[in-house]
């Protein structure tokens, strides 16, 4: 792969080819777009901007049944937001597909998106944050 990173771009400058720094930029970037992603799925479940009848909304316990017994997706990840919504990934145990669902703190769950192809990462805490 030479000195290219992930997504193509060129390694930072000092980095070189060692795989610590390219751990260490490969971690930045997964937080970065994990919580890209997370502020993006709780505005959009905030802002409704998604219109209703395209989104599936039940009681979290009958959604996290329905997606077990329908498509054998039971949750692998999640967390809060700040308001207090329950971000869940559910996923087949091949990460064949997924599914993300947002509950509220009233147990109000609805699928917010879906896909194929779910991939656990390794995740390895960094010695110390990057500096800006």
Known sequence: MGNT????????AGTGTNPEDQDSQMIQIIRNATMTFLVAAAALGASGVAAESEMRCSQHGKIIGQFANVYKEIPVAGGLT???RLVEVLSTGDGKTWTIIISKPNGETCVMMAGEGWQKLKFKPAAEEPKA
Do not use: F, L, N, T
């Open 82 to 84: 700040e308001d207090g």
């Open 5 to 12: 990173s992930v997504c193509g771009a060129e390694p930072a």
